[in-house]
């Protein structure tokens, strides 16, 4: 059985706050535990949207999601599935509940009702694996956008989730603070086998994943691994996505004839060796 | 800068006042209140000013900060004492008397004892309380002190969640505010000039951005905290446990014992004459 | 105008304080009239300390800022006067957004400058239309906008000033690849429309910087690394690492390639698939 399965799910907004047209239009897709999937997708194509329905938060019009077995609308369930998949939202600043890092780390096995040893225990834990255990007195307003979200995440893990859910948790961040996440996410994945959905904009995160899902106008328009999503270059440019630069570069190439007659470039080139690699083929080659 | 800025007067520090247990901190401040007020002769007051002193040295803040918080209230305290000074009358004949002044000597101990009782009531309590505690343990503090209260329908944890959140956003609200009001200014808004009802009319641009963000903000966390398994108060644990120590209890105790004294010594000084109305 | 220039321009954050910070240390760079200049480096290299001085928000603590050879502080009542001729757009600039209506919001600025009615009608429209804010959004609610759209009524509230110099800060932080491209867009086509026109582009996206900016000024620290053309920064790898930025990853797959003839310092794809092909036929 998949961890995460959506089925069928269909959400809109009421019409008083922006209900224009359907946020999420009969959505189907299963997520395998301990994968990293990536799901891109321009502002407003209902990725957001779909984060909130897969822990319950927003119910579903029409379908189902299921959380290793559970469905989001069983609400004698509801916390055992909020602690198996947690959420790490977009705005550093408002999901730090304490003005000390340490108790906000705390906060949700608090909930949860842990006993206070065990929740000790599991603060010096998640504030370890996100490197923050220095900071734990500090106050979040004296810490850095990208601190803040690895505080964040220490929130979420200290729960023992089994999935996280990154809602655009780096588009606030700069170059510096996205990277400490995506190091971050990385370890999650590999060394704490979490299952990691990342909702992004941006491609180079989004090929850092094993598979990726790309919505648009609440729908998927496609799913693969990276390298078969970014070989649609002109599909993702339609949907008001970029491509990594290296695959753009590749793809301008081969239109031409000069480079048809010479080597075949291969499609959804995303990895800056692997293109500098084909261009020297490329001049190597003989027409 | 304005973020700098933290809530509550709060001086980090190490002392054995600083590690009391918050509650103890609590219940100590109130007995200390009850026997500034209770204190009514002048052996009573050394007493006191000398538990005071001790308590100050104890504390390892700067004469120089505990007099710097004195501030906003030196001004009261100088009315207070004045105004007992001249308007204090005695059965004897007055000190002084010119126009319709008259100085009783009962008056000038009356200024004195009402200068001291305010001061030795804020430096007592900012000593205990507030320099001395993080507003995070003074809110924990009070939500288990008046956790019986639950079961006569007031919302403590409730109270305790918002004060926290509340302490959390502070300065966060604080530098938007800063930063909506230099956005503002770069449009050419002008907050310094004119009359009260314009200056306050100039505050609009900054006011409607400031609440619909917070609500913003409020929705926001309000998302992440229910995601986090947030379900109100029932069920919920903490991770510090607040625990009486020995210190603790030993504190708590000698206060109430001092406190004990100075009550049933009050009679003994007053039939010697110390005693003041 | 608009000559402008930082003569030893130094700035301390809360000074006196436990809190005290150099954000800018003896800073001094010229801005030439009609180019469009990027500033980049870390965060915190006193990038937005920068805008604020600019515009007059905050005072050096050091040196002078010369706006067509006068002092912006010489006499420290006048700064609103020759604020007026800047324009600064902030960080999430939607956050300032106010008014009943788009266009009354726009209209903000324009007024404060006590424009007449028609003067402010005009400035409205042209300025919305530079970054395509429509006669439909004009008249709704700010509130009931998408958020790229909100950016956008934001910027064009900043650009009705008609500001001879407009410094933006981060303006498409956060937005994804097609509202990037609206807003950035749009202050090209304000830039090329009225002559003149300074522009000064604070980001840490190099990507951004590649397509848009004439210029560099690399900071760090407080400090100047480098003041040069976008091409100049681009072919100093070790520069911008050192600034602790990233080149786009084109100008590193090309500049991995010199030894094939490619030049250094390309900074766009098509650029680079140009270059490539000239190559192929020689």
């Not at chain 2, 609200?173 to 100039?202: C, H, P, W, Y």
């Amino acid at each position: 059985m998949p961890f995460l399965s959506v089925q069928d799910l269909s959400f809109s907004y009421p019409a008083e706050q922006n209900g224009v047209g359907v946020a999420v239009d009969r959505v189907s897709f299963t997520v395998e535990k301990g994968s990293f999937v990536a799901i891109l997708g321009h502002n407003g194509s209902g990725k957001s949207t779909l984060a909130k329905l897969l822990n319950g938060i927003l119910i579903p019009e029409r379908g189902e999601v299921l959380v290793d077995g559970i469905r989001t609308t069983d609400e004698d369930r509801i916390l055992e599935l909020r602690r198996k998949i947690g959420i790490v939202f977009q705005n550093p600043d408002n999901q730090l509940v304490s003005s000390i890092v340490e108790e906000d780390v705390a906060f949700g096995p608090e909930n949860v009702g842990m006993p206070p040893k065990v929740i000790a225990e599991r603060v010096e834990e998640a504030l370890n694996v996100v490197r923050m255990n220095e900071y734990r007195r500090a106050a979040p307003h004296t810490l850095s956008g990208g601190q803040k979200q690895r505080v964040a995440i220490a929130g979420v893990l200290a729960l023992g989730p089994e999935c996280i859910v990154f809602d655009e948790s780096t588009a606030m961040l700069d170059p510096v603070g996205r990277a400490e996440m995506m190091e971050v996410i990385r370890r999650l994945y590999k060394e704490h086998s979490i299952t990691v959905l990342l909702i992004t904009h941006y491609m180079e995160e989004a090929a850092k994943a094993e598979r990726v899902i790309v919505m648009n106008d609440g729908a998927i328009a496609l799913d693969g691994t990276p390298k078969e999503v970014f070989s649609e270059v002109e599909t993702l440019w339609k949907l008001g996505l970029d491509v990594p630069q290296s695959t753009e570069l590749l793809h301008l190439l081969s239109a031409d004839e000069r480079v048809q007659e010479r080597i075949q470039l291969p499609k959804g080139i995303f990895e800056e060796t692997e293109a500098a690699r084909l261009l020297r083929r490329l001049f190597e080659a003989r027409p | 800068m304005l973020k700098d800025v933290t809530l509550g007067q709060y001086f980090p520090g190490q002392s054995p006042l600083h590690r009391l247990d918050p509650r103890a901190k609590i219940l100590g401040t109130i007995l200390y209140i009850v026997l500034v007020f209770f204190a009514r002769s002048f052996p009573a007051y050394a007493a006191l000013l000398a538990a005071l002193i001790v308590l100050c040295a104890v504390s390892g803040i700067s004469l120089k900060l505990i007099l710097k918080g004195l501030k906003p209230v030196v001004f009261i305290a100088a009315f207070t004492a004045i105004v007992n000074l001249f308007w204090t009358a005695g059965e004897g004949a007055p000190l002084v008397e010119f126009w319709i002044v008259r100085i009783y000597p009962e008056g000038i101990y009356s200024a004195i004892f009402m200068l001291l009782r305010i001061l030795s009531l804020v430096i007592g309590t900012s000593v205990l309380l507030t320099y001395t505690t993080t507003p995070m343990d003074l809110t924990d503090a009070l939500e288990r002190l008046l956790k019986p209260l639950k079961f006569i329908g007031v919302p403590v944890h409730e109270f305790a969640m918002m004060m926290t959140i509340a302490l959390r956003f502070v300065p966060t609200l604080v530098e938007e505010t800063q930063k909506i009001m230099n956005a503002q200014k770069a449009r050419g808004a002008d907050f310094e000039s004119g009359n009260l009802i314009r200056r306050v009319k100039s505050l609009i641009p900054v006011l409607i951005p400031l609440f619909i963000s917070s609500f913003r903000r409020a929705d926001d966390l309000a998302i992440a905290m229910e995601c986090r398994c947030y379900h109100g108060g029932k069920g919920r644990t903490r991770m510090k446990e607040l625990h009486l120590r020995f210190g603790d209890v030993l504190f708590l105790f000698s206060f109430a014992a001092f406190g004990v004294l100075l009550y049933f010594s009050t009679p003994f000084f007053a039939s010697m004459g110390f005693y003041i109305k | 105008m608009s000559v402008v220039t930082f003569e030893h321009v130094g700035y301390t954050y809360s000074a006196k304080t436990p809190f005290e910070h150099e954000a800018l240390k003896d800073l001094s760079f010229t801005l030439q009239e009609g180019r469009v200049t990027g500033l980049v480096g870390h965060t915190g290299c006193g990038k937005s300390t920068v805008a604020m001085l600019l515009d007059g928000l905050e005072r050096p603590t050091s040196g002078r800022i010369l706006i067509d050879g006068r002092d912006l502080w010489e006499e420290p009542k006048k700064v609103r006067e020759i604020r007026r001729r800047i324009g600064l757009v902030f960080q999430y600039p939607e956050y300032q957004l106010f008014e009943e209506t788009v266009e009354k919001d726009i209209a903000f600025g324009p007024r404060n400058l006590g424009k007449s009615e028609d003067e402010i009608r005009t400035l409205v429209h042209s300025a919305a239309q530079f970054v395509g804010v429509g006669e439909d959004l004009l008249k709704k609610s700010p509130f009931e906008l998408s958020g790229g759209e909100r950016r956008r009524a934001a910027i064009a509230g900043v650009l009705a000033m008609d500001p001879e110099l407009l410094v933006l800060d981060e303006p498409a932080a956060g937005l994804d690849p097609r509202g990037r491209a609206d807003i950035l867009g749009g202050v090209c086509a304000y830039r090329r429309e009225k002559q003149n026109r300074t522009v000064l582009l604070i980001s840490h996206s190099m990507e951004d910087m590649a397509r848009f900016a004439d210029d560099l000024i690399v900071l760090k620290e407080g400090e100047l690394l480098f003041h040069g053309t976008t091409k100049e920064v681009f072919c100093r790898p070790d520069l911008v690492r050192e600034a602790g930025l990233a080149l786009p990853q084109i100008t590193r797959i090309t500049n991995a390639l010199c030894d094939l003839g490619i030049p250094e310092g390309i900074t766009t794809t098509e650029e680079a698939a140009i270059e490539i092909l000239k190559r192929l036929d020689s």
